[in-house]
């Protein structure tokens, strides 16, 4: 069969076989793969094509508005989960990214910093820097408020940013458009934390479907969806990925794990031993930046619970 000639174009959305695909001139269209790529990373990925690739295609004579992805060019970077088909398959949840959103709330529902924290940890393995919004300020409280004004300064010290919101508001927002203006941004975050609602702030004319928290468990509820990129009015992209609520530390051994915690760095090579897990070992100077209190004990206690959760052998 014959194609036009080739152009680039980037995935948008991905439903299985089939891809949206736009052009740099705005052009979309549906498109398929053809043959085996090549890959250049040494993953076993469940998906050969994620949103935010950038792709080749040639359009399909004859068709209306389909057309066939050629080559994929080298990631910049890429996201991955584990596969729902198998424990060591990876799934490519997004590809080409500049940096994530973490949406987040103190309340309704909290947020933990063990979630927080683990999404980091992924984040800063893949180099992607984050932003951790804070949503649904016009619920918090003065306990909130101080709990929201820790976090702030424990995340900033490390070198995160971070924005207080309430989308439904479309307060702060602003400082979010900013924010995400000529940069392909992945959001994610809790179920119920306001996402949607932001994402629609942020997304002119989307309107993602929004729930309401309140009689709805989350627990149990699966629906089949699929990663998302859309265009900002300032340039730019932002990539949802609904029903993804955490990418898990795939990929990383333990005696590395700390190498993603920012904020001990400075100490891990204080340590007696050079090979100390900041766990139980005498002379370990993470454990004493924590009792010294300068480093912040629940960022400690995330680290040991991610610790524990990777497997031993993992590597
Ligand atoms: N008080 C308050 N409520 C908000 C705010 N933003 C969103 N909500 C509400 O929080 C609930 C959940 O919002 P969604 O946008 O559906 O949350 P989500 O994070 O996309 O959740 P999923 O759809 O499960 O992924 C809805 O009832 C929203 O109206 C906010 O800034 N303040
Ligand atoms: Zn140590």
Redesign the pocket.
């Given at each position: 069969m014959a194609y036009l000639c080739p152009v680039q174009a980037r995935i948008y959305k991905s439903t299985g076989s089939w891809y949206t695909v736009k052009t740099a001139t705005g052009d979309v269209f549906q498109a398929r793969m053809k043959g085996i790529f090549k890959k250049d990373e040494d993953i076993t990925s469940t998906n050969p094509i994620a949103v935010g690739d950038e792709v080749t295609i040639s359009l399909e004579e004859g068709e209306q508005g389909t057309a066939v992805i050629t080559d994929i060019a080298a990631r910049k970077n890429y996201i991955v989960r584990s596969s729902p088909q198998g424990k060591h398959k990876k799934h490519i949840v997004a590809a080409n990214l500049d940096q994530a959103a973490l949406?987040c709330t103190v309340k309704?529902p909290r947020t933990s910093q063990g979630f927080i924290d683990r999404f980091l940890v992924t984040a800063a393995a893949y180099h992607v820097p984050v932003i951790l919004i804070f949503?649904?300020?016009?619920?918090y409280k003065a306990k909130e408020m101080d709990k929201f004004a820790h976090w702030k300064a424990v995340y900033e010290s490390i070198g995160y940013t971070v924005v207080l919101?309430?989308?439904?508001?479309d307060?702060g927002t602003d400082e979010v458009r900013e924010l995400l203006k000529g940069k392909t941004t992945l959001i994610s975050?809790?179920?119920?934390?306001?996402?949607?609602?932001?994402?629609?702030r942020v997304v002119p004319g989307l309107e993602?479907?929004?729930?309401?928290?309140?009689g709805w468990s989350?627990k149990g509820l699966h629906t089949t969806t699929f990663a998302e990129m859309f265009d900002l009015p300032d340039g730019g992209t932002l990539i949802d990925t609904?029903?993804v609520r955490e990418f898990g530390i795939v990929d990383i051994p333990r005696a590395e794990l700390s190498h993603y915690f920012l904020d001990m760095q400075p100490y891990i090579t204080e340590c007696q031993f050079n090979n100390c897990q900041h766990l139980d070992e005498p002379g370990c100077a993470v454990k004493e930046a924590v009792e010294a209190g300068n480093l912040d004990m629940e960022r400690y206690l995330s680290y040991v619970a991610i610790w524990h959760s990777i497997e031993e052998n993992s590597y």
């Open positions: 949406v309704e949503n649904k300020k016009d619920v919101t309430a989308a439904s508001l307060e975050g809790h179920s119920g934390v306001g996402k949607s609602t932001l994402i629609n993602l479907r929004t729930k309401n928290v309140s989350g609904p029903g």
